[in-house]
């Protein structure tokens, strides 16, 4: 997957980056509005666990999607 993802071009890593970011923050985001109710504020390294789980599956999943996508 890597060399395909390095054939496409530094366009496509930053279609990865930003696409995969953007979904990860917005997933984060929502996963801890869900859990402040339930269980109160979370620490800070819960915080940044769920965030960096959530930017690294979107970079991983959703990311080269937006990547070929915007090449079409």
Excluded: E, H, K, Y
Excluded at 53 to 67: D, Q, R, S, Y
Aim: aromatic fraction near 6%; charged fraction near 5%.
């Amino acid at each position: 997957m890597a060399v395909a993802i390095a054939r496409l071009g530094n366009s496509a890593l930053r279609w990865i980056v930003f696409a995969g970011g953007g979904w990860g923050l917005t997933m984060a985001t929502g996963f801890l509005a869900i859990n402040v109710p339930q269980c109160g504020l979370p620490c800070p390294a819960d915080v940044l666990t769920m965030t960096a789980i959530c930017v690294g599956t979107g970079m991983l999943t959703v990311g080269p999607f937006a990547a070929i996508a915007a090449r079409r």
